[in-house]
């Protein structure tokens, strides 16, 4: 199982993102997939989960009416589109499989002026 996340950099506050989590190793039409977060000294809290079959569930309280999760089967990828970003939404974020508690490397968000 290979995660991979790509898409942080630095945005503006009220600026959008989308990052990207590339799967391999696995069927990846069979699992469902979420996006965790960690901010420094905080612990790892989730942002959202898609179904295998491409709902957005369990999305954070935070970051409800303002993120997406989605995913290409097609393309074994899955996607957190983040709009109206806030400072508070800087973080490392994380693509995680369910299922086993396979996690990627992480790719760093942050909202700043």
């Known amino acids: 199982v290979q995660l991979v996340e790509s898409g942080g950099g630095l945005v503006q506050p009220g600026g959008s993102l989308r990052l990207s989590c590339a799967a391999s190793g696995f069927t990846f039409s069979n699992y469902a997939m979420s996006w965790y977060r960690q901010a420094p000294g905080k612990e790892r809290e989730l942002v959202a989960t898609v179904t295998s079959v491409g709902r957005g569930i369990d999305y954070a309280r935070s970051v409800m009416d303002r993120f997406t999760i989605s995913r290409d089967n097609d393309k074994n990828t899955v996607y957190l589109q983040m709009n109206s970003l806030k400072p508070e939404d800087t973080a490392v974020y994380y693509c995680?499989?369910?299922?086993?508690?396979?996690w990627g490397q992480g790719t760093q968000v942050t909202v700043s002026s």
């Open positions: 995680k499989r369910l299922a086993g508690g396979f």
